[in-house]
């Protein structure tokens, strides 16, 4: 009953920028934290930005200055701008969200479908 859905990925040259949007619907509570992950052909899905708590953020080092994660808790939506893309970006982004359906119930994470990220001349 808790669906995320990822959307903005797509091909773009060396130097340019995305934004990537996630948002979160069904059975949700409360959302605990909300990432961003990727993973490239042949490679393991990595964590590339987080937000915890709607305000503590963590980044993996080779995005740090060039990404950027927020959140907008009233939408249950977490966006990813990323921006002076390298080819070695491109990937399929996944969001995460870690939430609860209620105040019993432990938190679960759930993870979108993905979206193409390629950054290509």
């Known amino acids: 009953q808790v669906q995320v859905v990822e959307s903005g990925g797509g091909l773009v040259k060396p130097g340019g920028s995305l934004r990537l949007s996630c948002a979160a619907s069904g059975r949700i509570f409360r959302i605990n934290a909300m990432g961003w992950y990727r993973q490239a052909p042949g490679k393991e899905r990595d964590l590339v930005a987080s937000?915890?708590?709607?305000?503590?953020?963590n980044y993996e080092d080779s995005v740090k200055g060039r990404f950027t994660i927020s959140r907008d808790n009233a939408k249950n939506t977490v966006y990813l701008q990323m921006n002076s893309l390298k080819p070695e970006d491109t990937a399929v982004y996944y969001c995460?969200?870690?939430?609860?359906?209620?105040?019993?119930?432990?938190?679960?994470?759930?993870w979108g479908q993905g979206t193409q990220v390629t950054v290509s001349s």
């Open positions: 995460n969200v870690v939430a609860s359906r209620n105040l019993i119930e432990p938190q679960l994470s759930y």
């Open positions: 937000i915890i708590g709607g305000t503590t953020t």
